[in-house]
């Protein structure tokens, strides 16, 4: 996390931080968090968020300094979101806090939504134990990593992330359509793995009548041993958007439902016989009423996020990606140039774009590196 912190403390931040990225893909629609028990200097116990539903991080870190036969007793936490205070799922964390006595309680970023800001540390001040927030640097590290749960407290509107893959100039298929593979084999699987790290992944029906794809994160085998099997994961919501619609139950995404679910955004002329054939098959539909393609656009995040969605992998085609950044619903953006030309062919985004040079998109952060033979961009559009 950021240097902008006391170097005394700076250890425990960074250990927090790497603690709560292990909840990746596996807490939503919760935040990733990471707390870190010290005494006297030493880490005497962490924790985690492992699972939506399971125990939060303050309770993991307590009961991991326990199980190492510790006293929790005068120590101080390290937590990457302020300690709720109410009772979901888990019991509030504010009162665990109490219960083992710890004396001190840091943390990094504030909870936004209604129900628990404020709540936990203004208990944790009333029973005598000292609360206070870490330096700005820290708690702009910390709000980084919650970025779908910030935006969902805000907006009710699921993370959206553009990822493109195109040629040097520009273009993310032949004039055929034919686009397997413009990007390496090294950008595909970091692909895959953010599959497995978000809530979902979504495609237009111009991408899905090209390849037929089934959107699944499939990752390398855990480890080095390659005799070991793929490493499990969550499997994302595949999300379609599709007016026609042109899906069939005989494409390759029904053949995973069972693990992995499908989910048909369409519009208000669908074809309702086919609509029900896809609903016997297994997928969900959710339509959208009338309105331009961007207003059908945000009707469909706003039901997305309603079922429960922080966040989205949209990766194609150009249409949808176009009204998706005409909406102004993007949030990353994620793009790998191919080292090659196609002279030809579609262009990577087909929206309306803004009439003047003034009024582009800009973008913060811009990240450059090489992944394989090809270039990762990366930039963040908006920070919540």
């Known amino acids: 996390m950021s240097s902008d912190r006391p170097s005394a403390e700076a250890r425990f931040w960074d250990r927090a931080a790497e603690l709560a990225v292990h909840g990746h893909g596996l807490v939503s629609p919760n935040p990733m968090v990471g707390a870190v028990l010290v ?62 006595g710890v004396a001190e309680v840091v943390y990094a970023c504030e909870d936004p939504t209604q129900k628990t800001a404020g709540v936990g540390p203004e208990r944790l001040r009333q029973a005598g134990i000292a609360v206070r927030r870490a330096e700005p640097g820290v708690a ?36 055929s359509g034919d686009s397997r593979w413009i990007s390496g084999p090294e950008s595909r699987s970091m692909v895959h793995r953010w599959r497995a790290d978000l809530d979902a992944v979504a495609v237009g029906a111009g991408t899905f009548t090209a390849d037929d794809p089934r959107l699944t994160a499939r990752l390398e085998p855990a480890g080095d041993d390659p005799e070991a099997g793929p490493e499990p994961v969550r499997q994302p919501v595949r999300v379609v ?37 896809l609903e016997q098959a297994g997928a969900e539909v959710l339509a959208t009423g009338s ?38 619903e993007v949030d990353r953006f994620e ?30 952060n811009m990240q450059v590196g090489r992944v394989g033979q090809d270039v990762h961009m990366s ?6």
């Open 140 to 175: 702009a590290d910390a709000r980084g990593l919650i970025q779908d749960f910030l935006k969902m407290a805000a907006t009710g509107r699921p993370l959206l992330i553009l990822k493109l893959a195109m040629s040097l100039d520009g273009k993310v298929a032949t004039s």
């Open 379 to 384: 930039a963040r559009l908006k920070v919540w």
């Open 291 to 328: 309105g331009s393609r961007r207003e059908r656009f945000l009707e469909a995040m706003d039901l997305i996020g309603e079922r429960g969605i922080g966040s989205i992998l949209l990766e194609g085609g150009p249409t949808l990606a176009g009204i998706a950044l005409d909406s102004g």
């Open 39 to 100: 005494k006297d200097g030493v880490v005497i116990g962490e924790g985690w968020h492992r699972a939506y539903g399971g125990l939060h991080a303050e309770r993991e870190a307590i009961n991991d300094a326990k199980g190492r036969g510790e006293s929790v007793e005068g120590s101080t936490i390290f937590v990457t979101l302020e300690p709720c205070g109410h009772t979901g799922r888990q019991p509030p964390c504010a009162d665990a806090l109490i219960e083992a």
């Open 335 to 364: 793009a790998f140039v191919a080292p090659i030309l196609l002279g030809g062919g579609l262009s990577a985004v087909t929206g309306d774009g803004p009439l003047k040079m003034a009024d582009a998109i800009a973008v913060r």
């Open 241 to 277: 958007f599709d007016s026609g619609p042109v899906v069939t139950p005989g494409a390759a995404l029904f053949e995973d439902i069972d693990s992995a679910p499908v989910l048909l955004v369409t519009g208000p002329g669908a074809d309702r016989k086919r609509l029900a054939e």
